[in-house]
């Protein structure tokens, strides 16, 4: 007769789940054990919970299959809670394990003692809580909400001091990989043929692509798509590398960088049609010029009522919708195709560095340069990261790892650790600012500890850039609360056993990449700049 320990490692050996990050309790011991012992499954240790579940759901985002992770009770499920909203809102796959008091004590006043499913209810999907009786049935149950059309968070509370118990061999008739799995596609057909007016009917179409055509993998379609009726196609900033930048179509990323270069092309549309578009990353009202709209997703379209002068839904599968899409008739639209390729090439050349110049610019441009095509790029939250969504050539999406559903600093590390335990024969490079590494520092002792060759590039100008930006824009102190102060004293020369290596031009940055991409562990390289690029590039009208 297996334990609750043990059935409980083999669902999750079943599921295909490879790793459990997290900070251990002694409730916990009992399970890392059966981890260890009975599946090979291998527990990681990080310095704090929040780690744990964003590298969790980073590797939910790679492979595919539910990240995994565990927090102890009342603090460690705060801390956990933070990355389990990540997952929610940036669409990651994640199961999260937290300690519960046992049934007689949930109720009652005890140290560390609070709700977790009152907690985790409105940053999940789903929440429940573990019994010796239905421990496989409810971890598949997870398995599946999870993984399903909208991907996400679900939490899992397991009562203390059930893990030795004595658990009935008993085979659960729950299969994850069909639980909530809905194919949508029976209506498509006939909801297209609804919106084929409009479409006819359009001079200036613009294709709006968001974080749901990602997971439907419709590369080739979208582009055979866009080149059928010679529509421009924007991207939201987690769908970028969907569409390639090379393509004379290719209109931008909105509201990152230059994004009032953008809407120079999206502001004459008379027809926005949004291609698997999830408002997590930007409400359409927010952008769109008063236009129809036209909303193909698994779900309909969350928009402000009467503000556009009609809304039609295609709800399905993002795949069937555009392969019903194809088969319209559709004469070639009125775009200019050189005025597209003509604003492309102004953004491209205002986000160039000028030469020997040695800012924000010139760290994305030479990091791009230094780093082949099938390496991972994890960014950080800040102004840096407006200058990636446009500046940062993007093979695939998978390639540039971000959150822009939960939009936490503090990602950059977890995401890059997480990117190279699931890839470990591929480059991988966390890019973040001064503000957000000072959040995480403490995780490089995990890079140490595996001997993870991941390069750590920390822009440093000395102050929370993006906030100070909006101070700016609106005439106040822009220095107020967001100096950071970090660069006063002599530089480190290592954090946790991970060398440093300090940069202040461009010949010191690119011999500082080129040692770090051929060393055997991780590195940290800190390019100290000024942040007056950011001024004229981020934050800029997008009507």
Same mark, same amino acid.
């Given at each position: 007769?297996?334990? @609750?320990?043990?059935?409980? *490692?083999?669902?999750?050996?079943?599921?295909?789940?490879?790793?459990?990050?997290?900070?251990?309790?002694?409730?916990?011991?009992?399970?890392?054990?059966?981890?260890?012992?009975?599946?090979?499954?291998?527990?990681?240790?990080? $310095?704090?919970?929040?780690?744990?579940?964003?590298?969790?759901?980073?590797?939910?985002?790679?492979?595919?299959?539910? $990240?995994?992770?565990?927090?102890?009770?009342?603090?460690? !499920?705060?801390?956990?809670?933070?990355?389990?909203? $990540?997952?929610?809102?940036?669409?990651?796959?994640?199961?999260? &394990?937290?300690?519960?008091?046992?049934?007689?004590?949930?109720?009652?006043?005890?140290?560390?003692?609070?709700?977790?499913?009152?907690?985790?209810?409105?940053?999940?999907?789903?929440?429940?809580?573990?019994?010796?009786?239905?421990?496989?049935?409810?971890?598949?149950?997870?398995?599946?909400?999870?993984?399903?059309?909208?991907?996400?968070?679900?939490?899992?509370?397991?009562?203390?001091?059930?893990?030795?118990?004595?658990?009935?061999?008993?085979?659960?008739?729950?299969?994850?990989?069909?639980?909530?799995?809905?194919?949508?596609?029976?209506?498509?057909?006939?909801?297209?043929?609804?919106?084929? %007016?409009?479409?006819?009917?359009?001079?200036?179409?613009? &294709?709006?692509?968001?974080?749901?055509?990602?997971? *439907?993998?419709?590369?080739?379609?979208?582009? *055979?798509?866009?080149?059928?009726?010679?529509?421009?196609?924007?991207?939201?900033?987690?769908?970028?590398?969907?569409?390639?930048?090379?393509?004379?179509?290719?209109?931008?990323?909105?509201?990152?960088?230059?994004?009032?270069?953008?809407?120079?092309?999206?502001?004459? +549309?008379?027809?926005?049609?949004?291609?698997?578009?999830?408002?997590?990353?930007?409400?359409?009202?927010?952008?769109?010029?008063? #236009?129809?709209? =036209?909303?193909?997703?698994?779900?309909? +379209?969350?928009? !402000?009522?009467?503000?556009?002068?009609?809304?039609?839904?295609?709800?399905?599968?993002?795949?069937?919708?555009?392969? /019903?899409?194809?088969?319209?008739?559709? /004469?070639?639209?009125?775009?200019?195709?050189?005025?597209? %390729?003509?604003?492309?090439?102004? =953004? @491209?050349? %205002?986000?160039?560095?000028?030469?020997?110049?040695?800012?924000?610019? *010139?760290?994305?441009?030479?990091?791009?340069?230094?780093?082949?095509?099938?390496?991972?790029?994890?960014?950080? #939250?800040?102004?840096?990261?407006?200058?990636?969504?446009?500046?940062?050539?993007?093979?695939?999406?998978?390639?540039?790892?971000?959150?822009?559903?939960?939009?936490?600093?503090?990602?950059?590390?977890?995401?890059?650790?997480?990117?190279?335990?699931?890839?470990?024969?591929?480059?991988? #490079?966390?890019?973040?600012?001064?503000?957000?590494?000072?959040?995480?520092?403490? /995780?490089? !002792?995990?890079?140490?500890?595996?001997?993870?060759?991941?390069?750590?590039?920390?822009?440093?100008?000395?102050?929370?850039?993006?906030?100070? =930006?909006?101070?700016?824009?609106?005439?106040?102190?822009?220095?107020?609360?967001?100096?950071?102060? @970090?660069?006063?004293?002599?530089?480190?020369?290592?954090?946790?056993?991970?060398?440093?290596?300090?940069?202040?031009?461009?010949?010191?940055?690119?011999?500082?990449?080129?040692?770090?991409?051929?060393?055997?562990?991780?590195?940290?390289?800190?390019?100290?700049? $000024?942040?007056?690029?950011?001024?004229?590039? @981020?934050?800029?009208?997008?009507?």
């Amino acid at each position: 007769m297996s334990t @609750v320990a043990e059935v409980f *490692a083999h669902t999750l050996k079943e599921i295909g789940i490879r790793y459990v990050f997290g900070v251990p309790s002694g409730n916990m011991i009992d399970y890392m054990e059966a981890l260890r012992k009975e599946v090979g499954i291998d527990f990681i240790l990080v $310095g704090h919970e929040t780690t744990a579940a964003f590298m969790a759901g980073v590797c939910g985002r790679l492979t595919g299959v539910p $990240g995994a992770c565990f927090a102890t009770f009342g603090p460690g !499920a705060t801390n956990l809670s933070t990355g389990v909203g $990540g997952a929610q809102l940036d669409r990651f796959p994640l199961l999260a &394990f937290t300690d519960e008091m046992p049934d007689d004590l949930l109720k009652r006043t005890v140290q560390m003692n609070i709700n977790h499913q009152q907690l985790f209810f409105p940053i999940t999907k789903w929440t429940t809580r573990l019994n010796p009786n239905n421990i496989e049935e409810i971890i598949l149950k997870g398995a599946g909400i999870t993984t399903d059309d909208t991907p996400g968070a679900v939490h899992i509370g397991i009562p203390a001091g059930i893990g030795r118990n004595p658990v009935k061999e008993a085979k659960s008739d729950v299969d994850y990989l069909r639980l909530e799995k809905k194919r949508w596609s029976p209506l498509v057909e006939d909801q297209v043929a609804k919106v084929e %007016k409009l479409i006819h009917k359009s001079k200036k179409p613009v &294709f709006a692509v968001g974080l749901s055509a990602v997971r *439907a993998q419709v590369s080739e379609q979208l582009i *055979a798509l866009a080149e059928k009726c010679q529509v421009p196609v924007v991207l939201t900033p987690m769908a970028k590398g969907l569409f390639p930048e090379a393509h004379p179509l290719y209109a931008g990323v909105l509201f990152h960088a230059l994004s009032n270069e953008v809407a120079k092309v999206y502001s004459q +549309a008379d027809l926005v049609i949004g291609i698997g578009y999830d408002p997590v990353e930007f409400n359409y009202e927010d952008w769109m010029p008063e #236009v129809p709209l =036209i909303h193909i997703n698994n779900s309909e +379209a969350d928009v !402000a009522p009467g503000k556009f002068p009609e809304v039609s839904n295609v709800v399905g599968a993002v795949d069937v919708a555009l392969n /019903e899409l194809l088969k319209l008739n559709v /004469e070639p639209k009125e775009w200019d195709l050189q005025f597209l %390729k003509a604003n492309k090439k102004q =953004i @491209v050349k %205002k986000l160039t560095p000028e030469t020997d110049s040695f800012g924000p610019l *010139a760290v994305v441009a030479e990091l791009r340069n230094a780093m082949s095509d099938d390496g991972i790029l994890t960014v950080d #939250v800040g102004a840096h990261l407006h200058l990636i969504g446009q500046q940062w050539h993007t093979p695939s999406p998978e390639k540039l790892l971000i959150s822009n559903g939960w939009s936490s600093m503090g990602f950059a590390i977890p995401a890059a650790l997480a990117a190279k335990l699931c890839n470990p024969g591929l480059p991988v #490079v966390a890019l973040m600012g001064d503000g957000g590494f000072l959040m995480t520092v403490g /995780e490089l !002792a995990i890079a140490k500890r595996l001997n993870l060759n991941i390069v750590f590039v920390v822009i440093y100008d000395d102050s929370l850039s993006l906030i100070s =930006i909006k101070q700016n824009k609106k005439h106040f102190d822009r220095s107020y609360g967001t100096d950071l102060n @970090v660069l006063e004293g002599e530089p480190t020369n290592h954090y946790f056993g991970v060398p440093v290596v300090r940069v202040t031009n461009s010949n010191e940055y690119r011999s500082a990449l080129k040692k770090a991409f051929s060393a055997a562990g991780p590195i940290v390289i800190e390019a100290v700049v $000024g942040s007056k690029e950011y001024d004229q590039l @981020v934050l800029q009208p997008n009507k």
